[in-house]
Nanobody, 123 residues
Framework: QVQLVESGGGSVQAGGSLRLACAVV????????MAWFRQAPDPGQEREFV??????????DYIDSVKGRFTISRDNAKSSTYLHMNSLKPEDTAVYYC??????????????WGQGTQVTVSS
């Protein structure tokens, strides 16, 4: 069984930084693309794509609202991915989910999902 284990969430003031980490554990699986999604607490908000990186880092995508502030990276030897978040804003407040997909494209689909980690940014 494949599991994605997230860590690094927390509370921070606007302008601060956090680093999220996600490790793939369990049954070995060929993982090509890893990504981060988030879901804001507002009622009716859908889970939205934040960033993704393919196996060799040849393709990296970000949602426009985080470009220049967030950086996604990965360590294939550790089957892990990271999301470095700088200049955080209150609107970045959400539950952040790690996702992994077996296709070499940031467009998905993503077959595996973590449980989520809360990020709260106060003004």
């Amino acid at each position: 069984q494949v599991q994605l284990v997230e860590s690094g969430g927390g509370s921070v003031q606007a302008g601060g930084s956090l680093r999220l980490a996600c490790a793939v554990v369990g049954r070995p699986v060929t993982v090509y693309t890893m990504a981060w999604f988030r879901q804001a607490p507002d009622p009716g908000q859908e889970r939205e794509f934040v960033a993704a990186i393919t196996w060799l880092g040849g393709s990296i995508d970000y949602i426009d609202s985080v470009k220049g502030r967030f950086t996604i990276s990965r360590d294939n030897a550790k089957s892990s991915t990271y999301l470095h978040m700088n200049s955080l804003k209150p609107e970045d407040t959400a539950v952040y989910y790690c996702a992994a997909g077996r296709h070499d494209t940031t467009r998905g689909p993503y077959e595996y999902w973590g449980q989520g980690t809360q990020v709260t940014v106060s003004s």
